[in-house]
């Protein structure tokens, strides 16, 4: 099982980043797939979850209106496409995948991932 994060980079408040998650090794449209970030000194939060079966999504408050999630069955690969960026959206953003869906997001994606990628660096300047 594999999961990447990609495309995180320095961009300044109000900009846009594109993070791509591609998978390997699972059946990718049975999981639920989720962005979690870690800022320094900070515990990890779960920002977005989407379920590949189905399609349906979960944001959290603080990026709700900005970030948008979803996925490509057949690249087998999630997306995360952030808008309207803020400093408190810096940290490292990891790509996890789980389930069922349900139960990820009704614990606001504080349990249910069985498989995790490495990280991406995501820095906001003001």
């Known amino acids: 099982v594999q999961l990447q994060a990609s495309g995180g980079g320095l961009v300044q408040a109000g900009g846009s980043l594109r993070l791509s998650c591609t998978t390997s090794?699972?059946?990718?449209?049975?999981?639920?797939i989720g962005w979690f970030r870690q800022a320094p000194g900070k515990d990890r939060e779960g920002v977005s979850c989407?379920?590949?079966?189905?399609?349906?999504?979960y944001y959290a408050d603080s990026v709700k209106g900005r970030f948008s999630i979803s996925s490509d069955n057949a690249k087998k690969t999630v997306y995360l496409q952030m808008n309207s960026l803020k400093p408190e959206d810096t940290g490292v953003y990891y790509c996890?995948?789980?389930?069922?869906?349900?139960?990820?997001?009704?614990?606001?994606?504080?349990?249910?991932?069985?498989?995790w990628g490495k990280g991406t660096q995501v820095t906001v300047s003001s």
């Open positions: 989407i379920d590949a079966s189905d399609g349906a999504t």
């Open positions: 090794g699972f059946a990718f449209d049975r999981y639920a």
């Open positions: 996890a995948a789980g389930g069922p869906y349900i139960l990820v997001v009704s614990t606001g994606l504080k349990d249910g991932m069985d498989y």
